[in-house]
């Protein structure tokens, strides 16, 4: 059973409800994908780690894992719907191209990879949710030499996810400018998804300060990058815009798909550096991410985007990425 808690800047994260008495007895192996939970009786997620599934209270990883120590390692996030898993495949190729670009051997090939994510999912009984894979350099010394780590380490987290309230999924999002500006791609390249996050932190740290939802993030340029979590269109006059990847954006799984969305519409989409100044005058904007899924924005640093509410381009694009995801992906009961 998991629970719905807000925070300060009106996200809204999925946690899991854990009662005194339950967090004190003993952890029991939840393997069975047939086992069925007893209502009000917090259900223990199973885990992938290192080839084997685990009961999450045994889910441990060592001290000096460079992943923890350094930030050593790569994740991907990915959705699941109606018992399908959406853009597995493109997740796949990313993952494995960070990994490449940080020299980082993932131990186990894709087909295996492939179906150890399906069976997490399966063994949690879940047909809609969230994955988390993570791969990590893996245990070393208290050295930076990543040499030491002799085997990599892959974790597995099937479970549910809720970024935003229902209220503020259908209204839209207040976006603000952060002064953290995004990481360029001469120092820690945006486009290899790693397990530093803590620049993407520190922006959601001044959403939050300021009563936000979502920080807009420029780079060394002023031009618009993404948001903390996700990547930022705009359109005017009928046409989206988005920023490059070369402006500090990550190469999106959602990013791509509103790209095949527009093209099904028949609406213009260019890769364009944006400003602050364009976000303001946009007649609409919207966010997209694997966790966020397509959401729109009305209000950008106190001003009023379009009318205020999400607009029609937006919410065609929202009612057509719900039915991509209920209709398509990598079958998991099958």
């Known amino acids: 059973m998991l629970t719905k808690t807000s925070t300060a800047g009106g996200a809204v994260i999925d946690e899991p409800v854990r009662s005194e008495a339950a967090a004190k007895a003993p952890a029991k192996p939840a393997l069975d994908t047939q086992s069925k939970t007893a209502p009000g009786q917090a259900r223990e997620l199973t885990i992938y780690l290192d080839g084997k599934f685990v009961p999450e209270a045994e889910a441990k990883v060592s ?38 670009s940080i020299c980082l051997e993932i131990p186990i090939g894709r087909g295996e990879m492939t179906e150890a994510l399906l069976e997490t999912i399966r063994r949690n ?20 030499n990543p040499t030491q780590c002799k085997r990599p380490s892959i974790i597995i987290i099937a479970t549910t996810i809720a970024l935003y309230s229902k209220e503020v999924c259908e209204k839209g999002l207040t976006v603000v400018t952060c002064a953290t500006r ?15 996050y803590l620049n993407n932190v520190m922006a959601r740290i001044e959403a939050n300060l300021a009563g936000a939802d979502e920080a807009l993030m420029l780079n060394d340029a002023g031009n618009v990058a993404e948001c903390t979590a996700d990547n930022v269109f705009i359109i005017k006059r009928g046409q989206i815009f988005t920023p490059p990847i070369s402006a500090g954006a990550l190469r999106g799984i959602t ?29 609409e904007c919207f966010l997209t991410g694997t966790a966020a899924e ?20 937006t919410l065609r694009m929202i009612s057509r990425f719900r039915e991509m995801t209920r209709e398509t992906g990598t079958p998991i009961f099958a």
């Open 63 to 100: 001290v000096f894992d460079h992943g923890l120590l350094y930030g050593d390692g790569i994740f991907e996030g990915i959705r699941f719907y109606n018992g399908r898993v959406f853009r597995l495949e493109e997740h796949l190729e990313r993952l494995w191209d960070s990994a490449r």
């Open 125 to 144: 009984d879940l047909r809609e949710g969230y994955i988390r894979l993570i791969v990590t350099r893996g245990v070393g010394n208290l050295g930076l």
């Open 182 to 196: 995004r990481t360029g791609a001469a120092a820690l390249n945006p486009a290899v998804k790693s397990l530093n």
């Open 255 to 283: 990013r791509s798909v509103a790209f095949d969305i527009a093209a099904e519409l028949g609406i213009k989409i260019t890769e364009t550096d944006l400003t602050r100044h364009d976000v303001f005058v946009a007649d």
């Open 294 to 313: 397509v959401i729109p924005v009305v209000k950008a640093d106190g001003r009023t985007i379009g009318t205020g509410q999400p607009g029609s381009i």
